[in-house]
């Protein structure tokens, strides 16, 4: 009888394996994001990425289906119910920011501070001071003019860009050796981040006109002049990555959208 017992048991526990908790670090956050924006977009259905998240990341179905809806209704701006953890609203936070610009974000956290609300009204909820204080730090972030910032911040950057490849290389290369590797963060129109002007043109020198990746040369010459590649950060800022010549790799613009958006892009970050 007891063998009976047992054997039912385990058939149970295996059927309800795939709704077993797993947590939910940078990996699983970023892919639920990919995916939940294939939904969201209409290319796939919510089934197929939870397939997608169960296989290639072991994230259960409880989880993907949380994460999933819970994207959606931030880009909307409405209350969601489930919670997620810190880190995965962060990094929803910066990628919707960054992917779907400003107004988008506010959605975000217009949705987040409804959840809060929501949850801390239920008999047995609690407060979320987490998700509060998370909320409050980017709408610090946003400035008062959202529309016009980047593209004069744009505009800045590539003038630092072009001065610093016009320096000669010893004067960039100690600029390097004593450069923060962290980036200071700020959100423009979109989630933004300072990146250093010399790891750009340093990277670019090394590269001297051939992409890192397919190994051809560049497709154009710069009105300014010089081969036309674009610095790509291995490990994105948005995921922790530095803002170094290591974590830098100097791609031809079809590399480079496959390095964002092509199916291989895992082998970008493996070249590391």
């Not at 977009?41 to 169960?54: C, D």
């Not at 880009?75 to 936070?93: A, P």
């Not at 960054?98 to 959605?107: A, H, I, Q, R």
């Not at 505009?155 to 004593?178: G, H």
Request: aromatic share 8%; hydrophobic share 40%; glycine share 6%.
């Amino acid at each position: 009888m007891l063998d009976i017992v047992s054997k039912k048991a385990s058939v149970r526990r295996s059927l309800e394996g795939n709704n077993v908790a797993r947590t939910i670090g940078t990996s699983e956050a970023l892919a639920a994001y990919k995916q939940a924006v294939r939904v969201w977009e209409g290319e796939i259905s919510e089934a197929q990425a939870r397939k997608i998240l169960a296989k290639e990341f072991e994230v259960n179905n409880a989880s993907a289906s949380d994460m999933i809806r819970n994207l959606a209704q931030m880009l909307k701006g409405e209350l969601y119910h489930r919670t997620l953890n810190l880190l995965t609203t962060r990094i929803f936070f910066d990628q919707i920011g960054s992917e779907f610009g400003v107004s988008f974000l506010l959605n975000a956290i217009k949705s987040t501070k409804a959840h809060i609300d929501y949850y801390e009204a239920l008999e047995n909820g609690g407060n979320r001071p987490g998700l509060k204080a998370l909320c409050a730090e980017y709408e610090r972030l946003l400035p008062e003019s959202v529309y016009s910032a980047e593209d004069l911040f744009s505009q800045s950057f590539q003038k630092r860009v072009d001065a610093s490849f016009q320096d000669i290389p010893e004067a960039r290369q100690n600029r390097l050796k004593n450069a923060s590797s962290v980036p200071m963060r700020r959100i423009v129109k979109t989630v933004a981040y300072s990146r250093n002007p010399d790891v750009v043109a340093e990277r670019l020198y090394q590269a001297n006109g051939t992409c890192d990746h397919c190994k051809k040369r560049a497709p154009f010459t710069r009105i300014s002049g010089g081969a036309y590649l674009e610095v790509h950060h291995i490990i994105p800022l948005s995921e922790g990555g530095m803002d170094v010549l290591e974590n830098a790799a100097a791609l031809c613009p079809n590399c480079h959208r496959e390095a964002h958006f092509g199916i291989h892009w895992k082998a970008f970050r493996e070249q590391t």
